[in-house]
């Protein structure tokens, strides 16, 4: 078997650059953790696609296994454990390492929007006075959900999160209920946005800083519209041994990386 890319995938940018990939003629693999990522892939992709968790005990048998040569890292900008895995298994086996990240996609002129506050951490937000007796809608996914369980008391809180089962169960653990959930998979236009904000009278809106795939540009142009606070939660910092935004350099790495001359 020759030598393959690890795509850690999961993302949007991650199909795309399978995609790319794939059309250069290179071999690879690519992880995602939920079951239900594999639908984001074309069913023609010749990448194959494993889902699942890899932790300490298991990267070094799928590195060996799937014969990795190189690995193009395309996962979310806050899932670092993923990332740091990848990034070890690079240090150690010598394995050439590329960071996919997306950019922000937001000019100055957005960023210097008056009611945009940003904080570093979710319990820098938890912890302070921000949301005490606001309406708050929570764009964060569920994965963070129970570290707002104790502000259900002081705060009127809705969440908006992926169409999964899992994801309502967190939800409801959490301590929200069904009249303040809504499942919905992004992309979401301006005007179902503000119009969501709206029919919840919201406040005040959490996010991350996901960039404009994950929706923050237009969060930050309806926060300006209604007159409604949007704190987003900055992206985790983790140093990177090389990261690009570019897809083309990204396939060209890949391909210097198998000593493959570009198609």
Not at 152 to 167: K, N, Y
Not at 171 to 178: H, I, L, V
């Amino acid at each position: 078997m020759p030598a393959r890319i690890w795509l850690v995938g999961g993302t949007t940018e991650s199909v795309q650059l399978a995609s790319a990939l794939d059309g250069a003629g290179l071999p690879g693999v690519v992880t995602a953790l939920a079951d239900s990522a594999q639908d984001l892939y074309p069913p023609s992709l010749s990448l194959r696609i494993c889902t699942g968790a890899l932790t300490d005990h298991t990267w070094q048998t799928f590195c060996q296994d799937q014969k990795i040569g190189v690995i193009l890292d395309a996962s979310h900008p806050y899932a670092t454990e993923i990332s740091k895995l990848a990034i070890q298994a690079s240090t150690q086996l010598q394995i050439p390492y590329l960071r996919f990240e997306r950019s922000s996609g937001v000019d100055n002129t957005a960023a210097q929007n008056p009611w945009v506050v940003e904080v570093d951490t979710v319990s820098q937000l938890v912890n302070g006075l921000s949301l005490k007796g606001q309406r708050v809608l929570l764009t964060i996914g569920s994965k963070w959900l129970p570290q707002f369980k104790e502000c259900q008391s002081t705060s009127t809180l809705f969440a908006r999160i992926l169409p999964r089962a899992q994801a309502f169960q967190v939800a409801d653990e959490a301590g929200f209920s069904c009249d303040r959930i809504i499942a919905l998979r992004p992309p979401i236009s301006f005007d179902l946005e503000k119009a969501l904000w709206q029919q919840w009278q919201i406040s005040v809106v959490v996010t991350k800083a996901s960039g404009q795939p994950g929706g923050e540009d237009i969060k930050r142009r309806v926060a300006q519209a209604l007159g409604v606070t949007l704190i987003i939660i900055k992206r985790p910092l983790l140093t990177y041994p090389q990261q690009t935004s570019d897809m083309e350099t990204a396939v060209q790495f890949c391909q210097a990386a198998l000593h493959q001359k570009p198609v």
